[in-house]
């Protein structure tokens, strides 16, 4: 069953590009790779997901290399409305099994 | 408008008396699961089901139960809640590739 680990936290300037990677060294083959934003006392909310390559959206970029053991998920000028915690998971619902893990989480601090 | 709606959403109870968290989802998904959120802990799943009929257990099940007669609901059961269930549950239903679609939430305490 595919764990993650993240950074627990990170500090960015206002309009500043920032990077947060994820391992997943036990990814399976049928598993995507998906990225959530939670604010305080809010349940999380999709930000992008993935399963191979790079995947864009009007949020956020997913880069995902060959070997699919790490992922990053790339915010372009962030602002302070982007403080918040973001979550990698993987998994998918196609085996049967329950594999939808949650990690601890990065926390994003951006700074004015 | 697709929606996780639960209820209640927020909770004062005491110890040992029996209470339910509804949990519906209007989108059709097969998939519905529970978490609990505590303070450096992170999101960690109670139960879940993967159809209707069909529950299993998560990283965290003791004291809770669920059950899941229909596809759009999924009620979280504390038979006895204790003063360590005090949290913040999430509800959430699931399409196929995992992507998850939460409540808003239910902060609930036990005195």
């Known amino acids: 069953l595919a764990k993650t680990t993240q950074p627990i936290s990170m500090d960015s300037y206002e309009g500043q590009e920032v990077n947060i990677t994820c391992s997943h060294n036990?990814?399976?083959?049928?598993?995507?790779i998906t990225w959530y934003q939670q604010f305080p006392s809010q349940g999380p909310r999709f930000i992008i997901q993935g399963y191979k390559t790079k995947v864009t959206n009007e949020v956020a970029s997913l880069f995902i290399p060959a070997d699919r053991k790490s992922s990053t998920l790339s915010l372009p000028r962030v602002s302070l409305s982007d403080t918040a915690v973001y979550y990698c998971l993987v998994g998918a619902l196609k085996t049967g099994a329950n594999n939808l893990f949650f990690g601890t989480g990065t926390r994003l601090t951006v700074i004015p | 408008e697709a929606q996780v709606t639960q209820n209640p959403r927020y909770l004062i109870t005491v110890t040992g008396k029996k209470l339910t968290v509804t949990c519906s989802q209007n989108m059709n998904h097969e998939y519905m699961s529970w978490y609990r959120q505590d303070p450096g802990l992170g999101l960690r799943q109670i139960y879940y089901s993967m159809n209707v009929e069909v529950t299993d257990k998560g990283d965290v099940p003791e004291g809770y139960k669920v059950s899941r007669k229909e596809k759009r609901n999924f009620p979280l059961i504390l038979e006895s809640p204790s003063p360590n269930q005090t949290s913040l549950y999430f509800c959430?239903?699931?399409?196929?590739?995992?992507?998850?679609?939460f409540g808003e939430g239910s902060r609930l305490t036990v005195l």
């Open positions: 959430a239903s699931a399409v196929n590739t995992g992507e998850l679609f």
């Open positions: 036990n990814i399976a083959t049928n598993d995507y």
